[in-house]
């Protein structure tokens, strides 16, 4: 039986943040049922401006509806007092506030964690930053882009013979959305035994390590740094991007009973007898020989009668696909994960509560400033219950 409410309904939350990371992290809440008032500087927030040259004649910025769909938005100068003051009074009813200036900032503006939890003892005040605030990482600013570099990611991607290269998206921003959701709602979780809030500090460059840990594990322990993997597993093979007749599959055939099966498929037994690859270790440290003989035998094959083949087998495999063949995918129609607002596509949240109502998929609101509140909630488990 479904449940009327979804898990955060009648929460409050403030978003004082611009760009990518923090905003993901108010839309997960606002997913659960959150009310997020996101507040914009007088000029909009400057993911407004973010539009590559095929998105250029769109109104609205693609990115920024993707992150602020289910919010409503406010703009309000936080430099006047008059804007402070109606931003204090939006605290006094909050339960989260989220913010991404540089460390410091927000203290000056007297809208830091230690005045606002004097103000509102059950706020969760959740503070992201670039990196930390330290006496070094305060005074630095940090883009995904910077910290893909500065964090060793950079160094870990692309390929041995080619240049450090960035990951394709922005994935620190994005995983920085979701480990704040979660703090955000583990200091929830908390106030509802203490009837205390608290201060969730996260900074990109900690996430970016965090991402790395297996890698980065295994450099303390043994002082090398891992070549770049390319389109390979590093630590198993066959485990990479193979080119067949009209593009390229992803073969992940590396457990010895799936290795035994995929070289009959392929039509390349001999593979089996092959000193150079009778484990998996010999496997990898002969990967480009592996390489060369396994093309040989998928050029034969468009990749979905490889994929199919080998998936009907066990094997785990896929075709890469660009974004026309993702949006086309049978499986992405299945979980409904692609959908629409009246401002343009949307991406739902990944998370599913079997039991509880779709929150459905919403255009930001606009409201005027020094009018916009919080909606009164009868039964507001978190700034009237626990």
């Known amino acids: ?10 929460f409050k939350v403030l978003e004082l943040a611009q760009m ?27 993911c407004r401006q973010l539009k590559s040259p095929a998105a250029r004649a769109l109104p609205v910025s693609s990115v920024f509806a993707g992150y602020n769909r289910n919010k409503r938005l406010v703009r309000e100068d936080l430099q006047s007092p008059e804007g402070r003051e109606r931003i204090l009074q939006l605290v006094d009813q909050a339960d989260v506030l989220i913010e991404s200036s540089r460390p410091g900032a927000m203290e000056r503006l007297g809208l830091g964690p230690e005045a606002l939890l004097a103000r509102n003892p059950r706020l969760v005040y959740a503070s ?8 070094a990482g305060r005074a630095l600013g940090g883009v995904d882009i910077v910290v893909q570099a500065e964090s060793g990611i950079m160094s870990a991607t692309g390929y041995a013979d080619g240049p450090p290269t960035k990951v394709g998206f922005t994935i620190i921003d994005a995983a ?4 704040l959701c979660h703090g955000i709602l583990a200091a929830l979780l908390r106030r509802s035994r203490t009837g205390r809030g608290d201060v969730v500090r996260l900074s990109l460059y900690e996430m970016a390590l965090h991402l790395q840990t297996g890698p980065l594990c295994e450099y303390m322990a043994t002082g090398v740094q891992p070549p770049r993997p390319g389109n390979s597993a590093p630590l198993s093979a066959p485990a990479e991007a193979f080119r067949c007749r009209d593009g390229h599959i992803i073969i992940s055939a590396y457990l010895e009973p799936h290795w035994r099966a995929f070289t009959g498929i392929i039509g390349a037994p001999q593979l089996l ?41 066990g094997i785990v495999c896929g075709l ?18 692609l959908g629409e607002t009246q401002q343009g596509p949307a991406v739902r949240s990944p998370i599913h509560l079997d039991r509880t109502l779709d929150a459905g998929l919403r255009a930001a609101t606009e409201e005027s400033g020094g009018t916009v509140r919080f909606s009164i909630h009868p039964a507001n488990p978190g700034t009237a219950g626990i």
């Open 176 to 179: 920085c959305g979701h480990a």
């Open 273 to 313: 007898e092959d000193a150079r690859f009778k484990s998996g270790q010999s496997r990898v440290a002969h990967r480009p020989a592996l390489t060369v003989v396994i093309e040989e035998h998928l050029m034969t094959r468009n990749g979905t009668e490889w994929v199919a083949l080998l998936r009907e087998a």
């Open 320 to 337: 890469v696909k660009d974004y026309a063949g993702v949006q086309d995918d049978v499986v992405t129609r299945e979980c409904g994960i």
């Open 128 to 135: 992201l930053s670039g990196y930390g605030p330290g006496p």
């Open 20 to 46: 990518i990371a923090a905003p993901s992290a108010g839309l997960l809440l606002a997913d659960y049922g959150a009310e997020v008032i996101k507040v914009e500087p007088p000029q909009g927030d400057s």
């Open 1 to 10: 039986m479904l449940e009327q409410e979804l898990p955060l309904a009648g």
